[in-house]
């Protein structure tokens, strides 16, 4: 979580205030091809990119369109699907082995 820690640094965090942020952050790992979001479900989770890429995709006429792709030192979020929680209108998946420092909801609203 060495990245999430330097951008909370560069824009002012420090001490009991920076850890307090770095406590409530999970690093999880993906494989290439992993979902980390799935159409049709809730995203419980944003996150900090720390390794690899992300690709946010629909599925329009049998055909995988791209909107986005988050990258390291980069935010990840279904903001839709995780602001209403609501089901996710998009999938998001590895495009390569990579890490994302995630923030559940609770703990976001904690902080």
Same mark, same amino acid.
């Given at each position: !979580?060495?990245?999430?820690?330097?951008? /909370?640094?560069?824009? &002012? *965090?420090?001490?009991?205030?920076?850890?307090?942020? %770095?406590?409530?952050? $999970? %690093?999880?790992?993906?494989?290439?091809?992993? /979902?980390?979001?799935? $159409?049709?479900?809730?995203?419980?989770?944003?996150?900090?990119?720390?390794?690899? !890429? *992300? #690709?946010?995709?629909?599925?329009?006429? &049998?055909?995988?369109?791209?909107?986005?792709? =988050?990258?390291?030192?980069? /935010? /990840?979020? =279904?903001?839709?699907? *995780?602001?209403?929680?609501?089901?996710? !209108?998009?999938?998001?998946?590895?495009?390569?082995? &990579?890490?994302?420092?995630?923030?559940?909801?609770?703990? %976001?609203? #904690? %902080?």
């Amino acid at each position: !979580m060495e990245k999430v820690k330097k951008y /909370f640094e560069a824009i &002012g *965090f420090s001490g009991d205030d920076l850890q307090s942020i %770095l406590h409530a952050f $999970e %690093l999880q790992h993906f494989k290439k091809n992993d /979902f980390v979001v799935e $159409e049709g479900k809730t995203s419980r989770y944003i996150g900090f990119v720390e390794t690899g !890429m *992300f #690709q946010y995709y629909v599925i329009k006429d &049998g055909e995988e369109k791209t909107s986005y792709v =988050s990258i390291e030192n980069t /935010f /990840f979020a =279904s903001v839709l699907s *995780f602001i209403s929680e609501a089901p996710a !209108m998009e999938n998001i998946k590895a495009l390569v082995d &990579g890490s994302i420092s995630m923030i559940s909801k609770p703990k %976001l609203k #904690q %902080l």
